[in-house]
C-alpha cells in the first residue's frame, strides 16, 4: 500500500506518520480490503487541526474523511473513526458487489476542466461565446457496475459520479436527484 502522508504549511514528524501508517494498516487487517492508496493531509485552521483523508481500495471505491480538533492526534483519530465507520457500513454492500470481481477496478483518465462563473447576469452579452477555461485537472474514471458507481457515490459524499459501465463500455453518470434519489444516465439504453 502507498501512503501520502504531507502537511499543508505545517511540518509532520515521522512519529506522526508512523501512528497513520500502522492505525490504516490495523484498518486494513480488520476488513480485509485490498487498499492501493492512502492519502492523509494535515493542516491548520486558526487554533484547529485538520486532517483530511482518501482511502483509495482496488475494488474501485474511494472512502473519504475529514476531522478537526485541537491537537493533531486527536484530529487523526476522528478522521480514521470516520473512515472506519464508512467501511464498516459499506462492508455487506462490498462483500456482495464484489464477490464475482477477480480483479481490480480499472480506471481511465480524462481532462477535467473548471469554467470561469457569468458574473455579468444579462448585462453585455460577450463577444465569443465560447466560456474561459480557468483550471484543467486528470480526473480518473472507474470502470464498474451501476450498483458500484452508487456506492463509490456515496463513500466519496459527491453528487455526481461518471464511470464506464462494465457490461456494455459506455460512459454512465450517477447523480443525487433534488428528492434524494439517485439518477442513472445510460445513453446505451
Not at 501520502?4 to 487487517?29: M, P
Request: with cysteine.
Amino acid at each position: 500500500m502507498r501512503y501520502q502522508i504531507s502537511g499543508r504549511h505545517i511540518e509532520i514528524g515521522e512519529a506522526l506518520q508512523t501512528h497513520v501508517k500502522s492505525e490504516f494498516g490495523e484498518l486494513v487487517e480488520k476488513y480485509q480490503q485490498r487498499p492501493t492508496e492512502a492519502v492523509v493531509v494535515f493542516s491548520k485552521d486558526a487554533h484547529l487541526f485538520v486532517c483530511e483523508s482518501t482511502f483509495h481500495l482496488s475494488t474501485g471505491l474511494t472512502a473519504q474523511a475529514k476531522a478537526q480538533a485541537t491537537e493533531i492526534y486527536a484530529a487523526f483519530e476522528a478522521c480514521r473513526e470516520k473512515l472506519d465507520k464508512q467501511l464498516r457500513r459499506y462492508k455487506r454492500r462490498l462483500k456482495d458487489h464484489h464477490r464475482d470481481r477477480t480483479s481490480p477496478v480499472e480506471f481511465a483518465g480524462a481532462p477535467s476542466y473548471i469554467l470561469a462563473s457569468d458574473e455579468d447576469d444579462g448585462a453585455v452579452e460577450a463577444d465569443s461565446l465560447q466560456p474561459i477555461i480557468i483550471a484543467e485537472m486528470e480526473t480518473r474514471i472507474p470502470s464498474c457496475s451501476a450498483g458500484e458507481a452508487v456506492m463509490q457515490m456515496e463513500l466519496s459524499h459527491t453528487n455526481v459520479l461518471v464511470f464506464r459501465n462494465e457490461r456494455h463500455g459506455g460512459v454512465n453518470v450517477v447523480y443525487r436527484r433534488e428528492d434524494g434519489n439517485i439518477g442513472w444516465i445510460d445513453p446505451q439504453n
